[in-house]
T-cell receptor, first 113, second 116 residues
Framework: SQQGEEDPQALSIQEGENATMNCSYK?????LQWYRQNSGRGLVHLIL?????REKHSGRLRVTLDTSKKSSSLLITASRAADTASYFC?????????????FGQGTTLQVKP | ETGVTQTPRHLVMGMTNKKSLKCEQH?????MYWYKQSAKKPLELMFV???????ENNSVPSRFSPECPNSSHLFLHLHTLQPEDSALYLC???????????????FGSGTQLSVL
């Protein structure tokens, strides 16, 4: 079974609006990561939040983590057409020192100019 | 660029062909991975190598055969594939496998494989 599940599966917004994507996971984690993928390309790491952190910022990105609910959210503020991509959360099983990174199914974001 | 290069970018092959996918990383990483990405499905981890040794085979059919001659190169040899094997095959690397640290993956651009 997959570790991370994103919600919604697809999101369409206008340029300038904020985009929020959610991720739920099942087991305890060491950290949770968000990746971005442009169509037909590889994934690019965006941001990592550790299990003892609740919020993290990087430019227009804001990530929150709620370990009690086993969930995380990625907020992209003031979206741009260039933010159009798929966004994936990924997490490692916290009970294993070599826990593999498990990806969710992703949220496809379309930002209309 | 991410420092991970995959070739070819696109590959079309028949079910009786033999082909190989190549991945090279210039990051000095010790761990390398093969992932399969099919439409509407999460990324599937196929193989993991650490210091050239295979540490994980995620129940992958034997028609996929990985090879890791050194920490910088990773191959995926393909033979007698099925149409359902058509997918984007992604290579990734990380400094090492220690999940307790903040290891992140660096991905190549992938090989889009079509099996006819």
């Amino acid at each position: 079974s997959q570790q991370g599940e994103e919600d919604p599966q697809a999101l369409s917004i206008q340029e300038g609006e904020n985009a929020t994507m959610n991720c739920s996971y099942k087991t305890s984690i060491n950290n949770l990561q968000w990746y971005r993928q442009n169509s037909g390309r590889g994934l690019v790491h965006l941001i990592l939040i550790r299990s003892n952190e609740r919020e993290k910022h990087s430019g227009r990105l804001r990530v929150t983590l709620d370990t009690s609910k086993k969930s995380s959210s990625l907020l992209i503020t003031a979206s741009r057409a260039a933010d159009t991509a798929s966004y994936f959360c990924a997490s490692r099983n916290g009970s294993s020192n070599t826990g593999k990174l498990i990806f969710g199914q992703g949220t496809t974001l379309q930002v209309k100019p | 660029e991410t420092g991970v290069t995959q070739t070819p970018r696109h590959l079309v092959m028949g079910m009786t062909n033999k082909k190989s996918l190549k991945c090279e990383q210039h990051l000095g990483h010790n761990a390398m991975y093969w992932y399969k990405q099919s439409a509407k499905k999460p990324l599937e981890l196929m193989f993991v190598y650490n210091f050239k040794e295979q540490t994980e085979n995620n129940s992958v059919p034997s028609r996929f055969s990985p090879e890791c001659p050194n920490s910088s190169h990773l191959f995926l040899h393909l033979h007698t594939l099925q149409p359902e094997d058509s997918a984007l095959y992604l290579c990734a690397s990380s400094q090492d496998l220690n999940g307790a640290r903040d290891e992140k993956l660096f991905f190549g651009s992938g090989t889009q494989l079509s099996v006819l």
